[in-house]
């Protein structure tokens, strides 16, 4: 599918399915190498990276443990400017190396308030992966170590992110169509 409409919005085929699987598998590739030796914990964030998170860990050769911490800061197409923990950390981080993995890093909100929240807990280290970073959007302080696609400050839905609950399972990234 080239265009899709979710609710009142169009959207055309931005980064294909088979250009973002190769990304993941480069990324799986360079943790596996910076983190050898090392025990890994990924700390996924949902709901967005739920997708990004499942390729990701079918392409990590090593043994690695996974949770999960449900944050929010969008509202429709727009980002609320705070973030809502929803969902808490259920597992010890002391002394481990932490992988935070995002769907998309935009503002760096929601990165900036997992770090703080992750760091009172004493972790031997902590980096972030993110599938999408917008690098014209960010006024965080946390700069992701792991990125699949930079992309400009538009707005975007398929694997994994959503337009009001819907997009999520396409396998593919589309983009906002502009309505000129």
């Known amino acids: 599918m080239n265009k899709i409409q979710l609710h009142d919005k169009h959207f055309q085929i931005y980064i294909p399915s088979h250009e ?29 990276s739920f997708m990004f998170t499942s390729d990701l860990m079918k392409n990590i050769n090593k043994q690695v443990e996974i949770s999960f911490i449900k944050v929010s800061s ?10 809502d923990e929803l969902i808490g950390l259920a597992t010890t981080i002391t002394d481990k190396h932490i992988i935070v993995v995002e ?10 308030k997992v770090i703080t929240l992750l ?15 917008k690098p014209s959007a960010f006024k ?3 700069v992701p170590a792991y990125v699949g696609f930079e992309i400009p400050n538009k707005f975007v839905v398929g694997y994994g992110l959503d337009y009001d609950q ?10 906002l169509k502009s309505t000129n």
């Not at 769907?103 to 900036?112: A, E």
């Not at 760091?119 to 970073?133: H, R």
């Not at 819907?166 to 983009?175: A, D, F, K």
């Open 119 to 133: 760091s009172a807990s004493n972790p031997a280290s902590i980096s972030v992966c993110t599938f999408l970073y």
């Open 140 to 142: 965080g302080n946390n």
């Open 20 to 48: 973002i699987l190769a990304k993941v598998k480069e990324l799986a590739q360079k943790i596996e190498t910076d983190f050898e030796g090392k025990e890994i914990l990924f700390l996924s964030i949902l709901n967005g």
């Open 74 to 83: 969008y509202s429709g197409t727009t980002t609320t400017g705070r973030v």
């Open 103 to 112: 769907d998309i890093v935009d503002t760096g909100i929601t990165i900036d």
């Open 166 to 175: 819907l997009g999520r399972n396409l396998e593919s990234l589309y983009e």
